[in-house]
């Protein structure tokens, strides 16, 4: 059983000769968490212990194909936070290995934060899946990269690494903000799909999004999923960027179309697993890969690759032009029939009337 094995590794490793430089090692308070503190060495020779989080966002995957997420807490240097974010390759590792991997990264880091160079080769293993898993997932197995830490205290690595800090308007850690984002991702994992997370969600920085979902899973006919240049084993993803920090349904109602752009963008792609890398997720908004040949060659070179399909450019279009504006009128007491229905005659008219006919408030 997964779960067994994984509480058999962490006592293993709370009991036995720990990693050098690790203390205390304890279990967190989620399943799939647990808390280790490393002596990391300070200006001067001195060395402070920082306390760091680690969480298997799906236990039911250990020992083979889980993930981990890394956190430390805010009071970290930022060195530390910046080469904790750097540890690479951490997929599949037991949670001895996992410890020992950052703790290794993290004493071999100086009071300037520059991190020795080590083989990259592990850096292009990317995450699998069982080749004979079934495409119907339960509820747990639809979230992905994405954790509550254990403390309100703690933000992701990902998230905390900065030298320059963001404005006070930017800047949202305080804990309903954070009980906010969590909410509306679970919201979204509650409905059925994986989700998670990329980059500093919490802090004001460019971050992603990505929600995505079997293609098998969405009831299509064989006839469509070929139209759509799609398999029934891809997963159909959406990948929302934030480049100035997540901002929630309220946060974008507010920010007029000039305004709005700066702070959302989206890109529809079709993969071959769920979750794509840091990497790959910046590049979809920087590079186009629409070509069969560049399709072609992106396969080839790694599975995970993100590719468009027929109906990307078109839902990206769809989502970027319309969603806010829909999702104001879904504000005034719209149902989404109704609310697309208006949109779409607004649009028509060319100007907005001065009034709502009763027939777009239909209750749902």
């Not at 509306?184 to 971050?207: E, I, M, P, S």
């Not at 060659?297 to 319309?322: C, G, H, N, Q």
């Not at 907005?352 to 009763?358: A, L, Q």
Request: hydrophobic share 35%.
């Amino acid at each position: 059983m997964p779960r067994k094995a994984y509480m058999s590794d962490l006592r293993k490793v709370e009991n036995d000769v720990k990693p050098a430089g690790v203390h205390s090692i304890r279990g967190g308070e989620d399943d799939g968490q647990f808390i280790f503190e490393v002596a990391c060495p300070m200006a001067g020779g001195d060395a402070r212990l920082v306390e760091i989080t680690a969480m298997i966002p799906e236990l039911s995957d250990y020992p083979k194909d889980h993930s981990y997420m890394l956190f430390c807490g805010e009071d970290a240097p930022p060195q530390i936070a910046q080469a904790l974010q750097d540890v690479r390759s951490t997929d599949h590792k037991s949670v001895f290995e996992l410890i020992d991997m950052v703790a290794a990264t993290l004493l071999s880091t100086d009071v300037d934060g520059d991190v020795p160079m080590i083989d990259s080769q592990a850096d292009d293993e990317q995450f699998s899946e069982d080749e004979e898993a079934d495409d119907v997932y339960d509820s747990e197995d639809e979230s992905f990269s994405f954790g509550q830490p254990a403390k309100d205290s703690y933000t992701a690595t990902s998230n905390s690494a900065a030298t320059g800090a963001p404005t006070a308007t930017s800047t949202k850690s305080d804990r309903k903000f954070r009980d906010r984002v969590r909410c509306d991702l679970r919201a979204v994992k509650a409905a059925g799909f994986k989700v998670g997370q990329l980059g500093h969600l919490f802090d004001g920085y460019n971050a992603h999004v990505i929600v995505s979902i079997r293609i098998a899973k969405l009831g299509i006919s064989e006839e469509a999923m070929q139209a759509w240049q799609v398999e029934p084993d891809d997963y159909l993803m959406l990948i929302i960027q934030y480049p100035n920090g997540y901002k929630n349904n309220e946060q974008l109602q507010d920010l007029d179309n000039l305004r709005l752009k700066p702070n959302l963008a989206m890109r529809v792609f079709a993969s071959k697993t769920y979750k794509p890398t840091l990497q790959e997720a910046i590049e979809a908004f920087t590079k186009a890969k629409s070509s069969e040949n560049q399709r072609a060659e992106d396969a080839k070179k790694d599975v995970t690759s993100l590719r468009e399909t027929f109906i990307s450019r078109p839902l990206t279009e769809l989502l970027e032009s319309t969603l806010v504006p829909i999702l104001r009128f879904r504000a005034d007491g719209m149902d989404w029939q109704g609310a697309e229905m208006w949109y779409n005659e607004m649009n028509s008219a060319g100007v907005k009337p001065d009034y709502v006919p009763d027939k777009y408030y239909e209750e749902e």
